[in-house]
């Protein structure tokens, strides 16, 4: 019976080719889509689990209000550590780590840098505590001593050409000697190490062994013991600021308590986070690397789940909408003895067939379009075809689909009275809203949600592109790693100025878009108390730094390189002036110094206030900014007066050359790197648009077939019509009009849904778009002509069908 199944299984199937076709197309596109965001979401929350004991790592995070600034902060000071190890038996091993980002390191027998993009310093702890395995080295003495390094193996081949490099020496930014002591795999793509190639022994950083609790500049990485209780451990951590930070703090603030800290509103809180939620669930503004977004994972799960629920609602109707010619094969098969069951299975075969099928294809489109996805979602996601659990799943999936996909038409089909069959009655209904009907709203419903969240991220970025920064970011060329000129930088500088196309040029570490920066506490002079602190980031520039990025002073001067003065001036921002509560013109001469302690503090003289201009993303406040006139060469902005720039950028590139030798020339545009702060935002966006087309492609499918259905059902009404004097585009209207019910109500419970998750979505931004009623009234235009173009062909070649045949149809 079973092979019997099969065979007539395939033969129906044989028979109706064309149905055949869009059912398995259209199952194999949902299919291969839901299955392309299960890899991204498979991946997205096994983060960092590749470690061993994952489960009992955990990192400190801060929480801070201090000096009119509340931070959140993954990095916590050097001390922390210590004191954990020695005060909480629970703790079994620590390991911290120092960003040092970007550096130059060179062979000692070459004259060429190379550029390590991520650099860090990290204890001796590593390689043991997160067990990673060395390909040349000893791990328990590799990060001992000061001025030794761990190297991936790809910076080992970049650097020697091989990994059995173990002694050799690399100079760092042409200044310190570091010998290799160990060669490690490269790290695995979902981990939070993923862009580190270079490992700097901590002992060689000074400030690391240093007793400072104000500083926080350390990721601090905590591996407990199995039956730890992070509940009581969390309490536990409550105390870290009476026992070490308030004691620390009275050096600066003598007779600081807890309890004056806390009534003016400040705090210092400690808290754990698991290693493995770091990836989703961490908020802080600077991370190790990138981190994702719980919400987007979210977002792209339904995204998926409906993928493939659209592609079952789709068969079904296609399926209940094809099974009008089939009514009589039913009727015949029960008249010869045929049972429901058996019919059931009959149809329910037919179903699996096709799934099978679908998702034979559908691993097979998957594949073809990982590598597309891949660059679209900015991951390395491959389709563990060598993992046993893969197939179990896809299994699992065929049999659910099957059961899902066939069994609304085969229990319908296998109901029909042979009577009612045999006499062409079986698709009679007295209810306008069938299953079929809310299948189709609940596909459209998910489209038009699809589409105004498509909307929304791109309006978010059009109004992040087109927002007044307060700066020019146009035509900016930004030249990194200065500092490698040397003491040339100035003469280098001067150079590019000589240059027709060049209208100024700035040096500086510090430019106005995302990266990694710190904060620090400033006092008005005669206001020295802690609840007076003003939060502020503290920026060296040189006296071309305004002019050149088009900073607008509101009140004051700029600085003057002339003025031996200059070099105790500072320029602040607007937002500065908020927490010194005064206006603009009111601030200029007032001093204000970082430096509380015993002895004669250094104040600096405010000399002028910039307008606010956002050198942080657009998710957040702008902050208090303080400008120095001091030496800083991480950068060169170059302000560019053409926009050809193959010319200009080989001129640069030489003057480079001759005052940099052997240095890698490395630039970028600033409009450029101002949009990479938002790559997160722009593959959302166009992951969004993608499968919204494709939910549209499915939900279009879905509709085509519940017109062909009514259709076929009101074949002999349309006859009628057209012999009672109904003209062609009456009939069309007339068939047309119940579909747009269809697709109104849909529209009408999606585009509030739309509207509201989109609003959540939005609010991680401080400076963003409202959902306006032109982007719902769009999605629910461009859903209706959609809808319109999908049912106007089969309306129309029913409404032109010969009402001779059509009264003659059975």
């Excluded at 400040?266 to 991370?287: A, F, G, M």
Aim: with cysteine; proline share 2%; hydrophobic share 45%.
């Amino acid at each position: 019976m079973i092979r019997n199944y099969f065979k007539m299984g395939l033969r129906g199937l044989k028979n109706q080719p064309f149905f055949t076709l869009i059912n398995t197309l259209g199952l194999a596109i949902g299919t291969a889509g839901g299955l392309l965001i299960a890899l991204y979401v498979y991946d997205e929350l096994n983060h960092d689990e590749m470690f061993a004991d994952s489960d009992l790592i955990h990192r400190i995070d801060m929480e801070i209000k201090f000096g009119g600034a509340e931070i959140k902060s993954a990095e916590s000071a050097a001390p922390l550590a210590g004191a954990l190890k020695n005060d909480f038996p629970e703790v079994e091993q620590t390991t911290r780590f120092r960003i040092q980002g970007s550096n130059l390191f060179r062979d000692t027998q070459k004259t060429d840098n190379i550029k390590e993009l991520h650099t860090t310093y990290a204890d001796s702890t590593l390689l043991e505590m997160f067990d990673l395995e060395l390909i040349h080295g000893n791990r328990k003495t590799a990060l001992k001593k000061p001025n030794t390094l761990v190297m991936t193996r790809t910076a080992a081949e970049n650097h020697f050409g091989s990994v059995d490099v173990v002694g050799k020496n690399l100079l760092l930014n042409n200044k310190e000697m570091y010998q290799v002591t160990g060669v490690m795999e490269d790290l695995p793509s979902n981990s939070f190490l993923k862009d580190y190639t270079i490992f700097m022994a901590m002992a060689g950083n000074v400030a690391s062994r240093e007793d400072i609790w104000g500083g926080n500049n350390y990721f601090t990485f905590i591996k407990v013991s199995p039956d730890t209780s992070m509940e009581k451990f969390q309490l536990q951590l409550d105390g870290l600021l009476e026992k070490y930070v308030l004691p620390w703090a009275t050096r600066t603030f003598p007779g600081m308590t807890a309890e004056s800290f806390l009534a003016s509103g400040n705090y210092i809180r400690y808290h754990s986070i698991p290693l493995t939620d770091i990836h989703l669930h961490s908020n802080n503004k600077v991370e190790m690397s990138k981190v994702g977004d719980m919400q987007n994972v979210y977002i792209l799960s339904f995204i998926g789940f409906f993928l493939i629920f659209l592609a079952s609602v789709n068969f079904m109707n296609l399926s209940t909408a094809h099974s009008l010619k089939r009514a009589k094969e039913v009727g015949i098969r029960k008249t010869l003895g045929s049972n429901r069951g058996q019919l059931i299975i009959q149809f329910l075969t037919e179903s699996g067939i096709v799934v099978f099928v679908s998702m034979l294809l559908a691993v097979l489109v998957s594949s073809i379009a990982l590598p597309f996805f891949n660059d679209l979602a900015g991951r390395a996601i491959s389709i563990p075809f060598e993992n046993p659990m893969f197939y179990g799943w896809l299994i699992l999936i065929t049999i659910i689909l099957g059961l899902i996909s066939g069994s609304y038409p085969a229990f319908v089909i296998s109901k029909f009275a042979p009577i009612d069959t045999l006499k062409g009655n079986s698709f009679q209904t007295s209810s306008k809203w069938n299953m079929r009907s809310v299948l189709v709203v609940f596909q459209f419903g998910v489209a038009v949600f699809l589409i105004v969240g498509t909307l929304v991220v791109f309006q978010q970025l059009k109004f992040i592109q087109n927002k007044d920064l307060g700066f020019d970011k146009e035509q900016v060329l930004i030249i990194n790693d200065t500092y490698a000129a040397g003491d040339q930088v100035n003469a280098m500088r001067q150079e590019i100025l000589n240059l027709s196309a060049v209208q100024n040029a700035t040096v500086s570490s510090f430019m106005p878009v995302s990266s990694s920066r710190s904060s620090t506490s400033f006092f008005q002079e005669g206001k020295m108390d802690q609840q007076y602190a003003i939060q502020s980031q503290v920026w060296k520039v040189d006296e071309h730094y305004l002019n050149t990025l088009d900073l607008k002073l509101i009140s004051g001067r700029n600085f003057n390189g002339q003025f031996v003065s200059d070099s105790t001036a500072v320029i602040i921002n607007e937002s500065t002036l908020k927490t010194l509560g005064l206006d603009a013109e009111e601030a200029l001469g007032v001093r204000i110094t970082q430096e509380v302690e015993l002895g004669e503090p250094l104040y600096f003289k405010i000399i002028g206030v910039v307008q606010d201009f956002h050198y942080e993303s657009l998710r957040d406040d702008i902050g208090a900014l303080a400008l120095f006139m001091d030496r800083s060469t991480g950068y060169m902005a170059i302000k560019l007066k053409t926009a050809d720039l193959t010319d200009i950028l080989s001129n640069i590139e030489n003057i480079w050359a001759s005052k940099a030798p052997g240095q890698p020339f490395d630039y970028r545009f600033m409009d450029d790197a101002f949009e990479t702060s938002y790559k997160e935002e722009q593959r959302l966006g166009s992951i969004f648009m993608v499968f919204t087309c494709l939910s549209i492609f499915i939900a279009c499918l879905g509709l085509f077939a519940l017109a062909m259905y009514n259709a076929q059902t009101r074949t002999k009404e349309i006859g009628v019509r057209k012999v009672l004097g109904a003209s062609v585009r009456q009939i069309t209207f007339r068939l047309t009009l119940n579909f747009l019910k269809l697709v109104g109500v849909a529209i009408l419970f999606a585009l509030p849904l739309g509207w509201y998750f989109m609003d959540i979505w939005l609010r991680d931004f401080t400076y963003r778009i409202q959902v306006g009623w032109q982007t719902l009234g769009f999605a629910a235009l461009l859903v209706i002509f959609i809808a319109i173009f999908t049912v106007s062909f089969q309306a129309i070649k029913a409404a032109i069908a010969n009402p001779v045949k059509s009264l003659r149809t059975e």
